[in-house]
């Protein structure tokens, strides 16, 4: 599966930006979504995940209550909706697919990655 991943940009803190992640090539409702982020000079950091059918959903624990994961599988499309964001959610956000049963381990071993979207948030 081809994943794409778009609608980042600048915004400041507080403010709200919604990501999606395009897919083509394979089923895309056959594998579990991630969104991971990587800031500057920082290692790949779990953010979201969701299970195959959007019945289930995992959170890294600093976004929690701010982030919503989803998924629209007849449109072959996942978003993450991003609210009350802080400069340190700065980074490059990319999407990911792993087969389904993944969604909860936050685990970057995945086989398919989309090239990621920036994301800067202004203090």
């Known amino acids: 599966v081809q994943l794409q991943a778009y609608g980042g940009g600048l915004v400041q803190a507080g403010g709200s930006l919604r990501l999606a992640c395009a897919a083509s090539g394979r089923t895309f409702s056959s594998y579990d979504m991630h969104w991971f982020r990587q800031a500057p000079g920082k290692e790949r950091e779990f953010v979201a995940a969701i299970n195959w059918s959007g019945s289930s959903t995992s959170y890294a624990d600093s976004v929690k209550g701010r982030f919503t994961i989803s998924r629209d599988n007849a449109k072959n499309t996942g978003y993450l909706q991003m609210n009350s964001l802080k400069p340190e959610d700065t980074g490059v956000y990319s999407c990911?697919?792993?087969?389904?049963?993944?969604?909860?381990?936050?685990?970057?071993?995945?086989?398919?990655w989309g090239q990621g979207t920036q994301v800067t948030v202004s203090s």
């Open positions: 990911a697919a792993g087969p389904r049963g993944t969604w909860y381990a936050g685990s970057d071993a995945l086989p398919y």
